[in-house]
């Protein structure tokens, strides 16, 4: 089973660009699996953020769009994620997951925290 | 798209059974025999319990369940047990534009 590991800087200024890479161990970007980015506000819920599969098929959360941009780099084997024009809103916990198909998340990484602040 | 609506808590005793409502609509929940559970334990990752309304993955305790009417999926937990004790999100399919769609989430409590 894949192992999913997320990183990046922990802080961010705002207006900034977040940008996190999840590392895959196990397996390969490359196999027929939706890779996720979701978000989690300190004590608050899950917000999903966009998929992107190897082939270049992306979809994002049309609330978020404007400001996200997916990608997969077959070569070093991770996914990465780059969300523009941060604010505080954007604080939280930043996860990496993957989707077998059937609109389920079937394993996450352990999440990283990206605090927005001057 | 509006998140998924749960009750903030719910609780019961070990043995006991307790079970989560995630009210959609009919464009996410209604809509496609899509919704997952996932249980999130303090500080850590969620874990999928419950896909395609009822099925669960493999090592998942058969004390957990799921079902659907309607706009409204559930989770029921049997025989609930201390480690139990987490939070549970549903999600769902909303449609080619927003594949995923989170509900509110519920802390369950095992007294």
Redesign the interface.
């Known amino acids: 089973q894949e192992q999913l590991q997320e990183s990046g800087p922990g802080l961010v200024k705002p207006s900034g660009t977040l940008s996190l890479t999840c590392a895959v161990s196990g397996g390969s970007v490359s196999r027929d699996f939706f890779w996720s980015w979701v978000r989690q506000s300190p004590g608050k819920g899950l917000e999903w953020i966009g998929e992107v599969i190897h082939s270049g098929s992306i979809n994002y959360n049309p609330s978020l769009k404007s400001r996200v941009t997916l990608s997969v780099d077959k070569s070093k084997n991770y996914i990465s994620l780059n969300l523009s024009s941060v604010t505080a809103a954007d604080t939280a916990v930043y996860f990496c997951a993957y989707s077998t198909g059937w609109y389920r998340l079937d394993s996450w990484g352990q999440g990283t925290l990206v605090t927005v602040s001057s | 798209?509006s998140?998924l609506t749960q009750p903030p808590s719910a609780s019961g005793s070990p043995g006991q059974s307790v079970t989560i409502s995630c009210t959609g609509t009919s464009s996410d929940v209604g809509g496609?025999d899509?919704v997952?559970w996932?249980q999130q334990h303090s500080g850590?990752?969620?874990?999928?319990i419950i896909?395609?309304v009822n099925k669960r993955?493999s090592g998942v305790p058969d004390r957990f369940s799921g079902s659907k009417s309607g706009n409204t999926a559930s989770l029921t937990v049997s025989g609930l047990q201390a480690e139990d004790e987490a939070d549970y999100?549903c999600?769902?399919?909303g449609g080619?534009?927003?594949?995923?769609?989170?509900?509110?989430?519920t802390k369950v409590t095992v007294l």
Not at chain 2, 44 to 48: E, G, Y
């Open positions: 798209q998140a496609y899509f997952s996932y850590k990752a969620p874990k999928l896909s395609e993955p999100y999600s769902s399919h080619s534009n927003n594949p995923f769609v989170f509900g509110t989430g």
